[in-house]
C-alpha cells in the first residue's frame, strides 16, 4: 500500500530531537497529530479534552488546520466570499494532497510552551503493507509537556545533568510524573500500532501467527513493553514500600505505592507495570506468604481485612479521601508489624497500662496494643477494640475504667486509620469524623464467667477463644 516517510524534527532544541516515520496514505491531519504525540512525549492525546491545542499551517494555501474552537468559529462566522485566511478542522482533511503537492508541513503543539516542528516528506514508497504508523529511525528525547517551551526543557535538561543541584530530585520526579521518557522506538512502535489507518495486508509480510520475522521498513525489534528497570532500582526496597503500605493503609492500590515510592526515591523511578512484573517473580510470593500482606488483584491487602471481610467498609470509608503520606523515613517504620505512630495519646495510653498489664496470653504490651489496634482499624463501632483493651487493663473499678475508656478514645481519634486512608481522624474536618466514646457497658475479664476453649473470645475478634486469647 501507499505510504509516506517522513522526517518530524522539533525546531530550536540542542542536542536535536527527530524521528523519522512511515504513514500509511489516507491519514487525517488529526491522525498525524496523534503520531507527533507519540514519537514525543506529549500527552494531549490521552485526555478526554485536548490538553493543548495544535495546528498546521500551509502559507501556500492560506489554510489553517487547527482544533481550536474559537479560531474555527470565528472563521465560520465570516461573511460569504470575504477574504483572509481559510481554517479548516484537522479530523475532516487528509495530508495526502498537500504532503505530495509541498513536500512540507508546519506544526505548533501548545501555544504557551508553543512547539514548533518541521515536517519534510522523504520518499513516497508503495510496497508498506501495515495498517499503521512506524517510526523507523530518531534521536534525541523530546521535551515533556509544560516543560516551559525551549527555554524551560533547557533548565530541566541542566538540573538533571547536576545531582548535587539542590533542584534535582524534585525536577528529576516532576519530569517523570510528565512522562520525560527517553527515546525508546521499540515502546513507541508498540503505541503506535494502536493506530490503525488501513488494513493491514498480512498476506504480503513475512510472518507466522501474526508474529512479524522480517520487513523492508518496520524495525523488528523484541524489547519488553515496559523497557528495562532502572539500574539502580531496589526490589528489597520496593517491597518494604509494599508491606508499610499495606501496614498504613490496610487496602492499597498498586498505582498508589508506585506514586509514593517514585516520589520518594525518583532515581528509582518505575511504572506501574514495570512493577507489576517485578511482582510476578518467585521471590515475591514468598515475600508475601511470611507477612500479612496479600494480592488482591492490582492491591495490596492486609490479613486482618481478609480475615475480617471488611475491605468494602474500608474502601467507601476512605473513598473521596486524600492519602496520608508521611516521609521516607517515618513510612518505613511501617515495615515493623508491631509499629504504631508514638503519638501522645498513645504514650499516654501506654505509660497507664504498663503498671497493671496483665496478658491474657505470652505477648509484650507493645503487642497487646497491635492488637487493639487491628481490631480498631475493621471495626464499624468503637466496641470491640475498647473491650479487648479492658480485658489486658488489669483495672477492675468504675473510675479506672472510665479513665481507661476516656484515655482509649483519645488514642483512637490520634491513630492511623484505614478508614482514613491513613489519616488521623483528629485531622480530618468536620468534627463528626471524631470516633465516639464506647457506650455499652463491658465486662472486667477477672470477673467474668470462665471462657470455654470452644466458646467465642471475649476480645470480640471473632475467633474461638483457644484460637486467640487463650492460645
Known amino acids: ?86 481554517v479548516r478542522k484537522p479530523q475532516s482533511l487528509k495530508i495526502d494532497d498537500y504532503l505530495e503537492k509541498y513536500g512540507r508541513l508546519s506544526y505548533t503543539y501548545d501555544f504557551g510552551d508553543n512547539w514548533q516542528f518541521d515536517i519534510r516528506l522523504e520518499k513516497i514508497v508503495d510496497d508498506y503493507y501495515f495498517g499503521y504508523p512506524a517510526v523507523l529511525d530518531g534521536a534525541g528525547d523530546a521535551p515533556p509537556e509544560d516543560a516551559g517551551g525551549v527555554p524551560g526543557f533547557q533548565q530541566l535538561l541542566s538540573v538533571l545533568a547536576d545531582e548535587s543541584h539542590p533542584d534535582f530530585e524534585d525536577m528529576l520526579w516532576w519530569s517523570k510524573e510528565q512522562h520525560f521518557d527517553p527515546y525508546n522506538r521499540s515502546r513507541i512502535n508498540s503505541s503506535l500500532a494502536n493506530q490503525k489507518i488501513k488494513k493491514t495486508e498480512w498476506n504480503k509480510i513475512d510472518h507466522i501467527n501474526y508474529e512479524v520475522l522480517s520487513d523492508k521498513y518496520l524495525p523488528i525489534e523484541k524489547d519488553t513493553e515496559w523497557g528495562a528497570l532502572p539500574a539502580d532500582f531496589d526490589k528489597e526496597l520496593f517491597w518494604k514500600y509494599v508491606k508499610a503500605c499495606t501496614n498504613l493503609y490496610g487496602v492499597v492500590p498498586l498505582d498508589q505505592v508506585v506514586e509514593v515510592f517514585n516520589r520518594q526515591n525518583p532515581k528509582m523511578y518505575i511504572k506501574s507495570g514495570q512493577a507489576f512484573q517485578v511482582m510476578t517473580e518467585a521471590d515475591w510470593k514468598k515475600r508475601i506468604e511470611q507477612s500479612q500482606v496479600r494480592r488482591d488483584g492490582l492491591n495490596f491487602i492486609h490479613q486482618q481485612v481478609l480475615e475480617s471481610g471488611t475491605k468494602a467498609f474500608i474502601e467507601g470509608s476512605g473513598s473521596g479521601k486524600n492519602w496520608y503520606v508521611p516521609a521516607k523515613e517515618e513510612l518505613l517504620r511501617y515495615t515493623d508489624d508491631l509499629y504504631i505512630e508514638p503519638t501522645a495519646a498513645y504514650l499516654e495510653l501506654y505509660q497507664k497500662l504498663e503498671p497493671n498489664f496483665h496478658p491474657l496470653k505470652p505477648v509484650s504490651l507493645p503487642q497487646a496494643l497491635k492488637e487493639v489496634m487491628l481490631v480498631m482499624q475493621v471495626e464499624t463501632a468503637a466496641t470491640q477494640a475498647a473491650q479487648t483493651l479492658i480485658n489486658i487493663s488489669g483495672f477492675e473499678n468504675e473510675r479506672e475504667l472510665n479513665e481507661l475508656i476516656g484515655l482509649y478514645s483519645n488514642f483512637a481519634n490520634h491513630s492511623r486509620h484505614w478508614a482514613n486512608r491513613g489519616h488521623q481522624p483528629a485531622e480530618l474536618l468536620p468534627r463528626e469524623n471524631l470516633m465516639p466514646l464506647p457506650d455499652v457497658p463491658y465486662e472486667i475479664a477477672g470477673n467474668s464467667e470462665k471462657v470455654g476453649r470452644n466458646d467465642p473470645c471475649p476480645c470480640g475478634s471473632g475467633k474461638k477463644y483457644k484460637k486467640c486469647c487463650g492460645a
Open 1 to 86: 500500500m501507499k505510504a509516506y516517510i517522513l522526517k518530524v524534527e522539533m525546531i530550536g532544541l540542542e542536542p536535536p530531537v527527530w524521528r523519522r516515520v512511515i504513514v500509511p496514505a489516507g491519514a487525517t491531519f488529526q491522525r498525524l497529530h496523534a503520531v507527533i504525540q507519540e514519537i514525543t512525549n506529549f500527552q494531549s492525546e490521552y485526555m478526554d479534552w485536548p490538553l493543548h491545542f495544535h495546528e498546521f499551517r500551509l502559507p501556500e494555501e492560506d489554510l489553517l488546520i487547527t482544533n481550536e474552537p474559537e479560531v474555527y468559529e470565528t472563521f465560520k462566522k465570516r461573511k460569504k466570499g470575504a477574504g483572509g485566511q481559510t
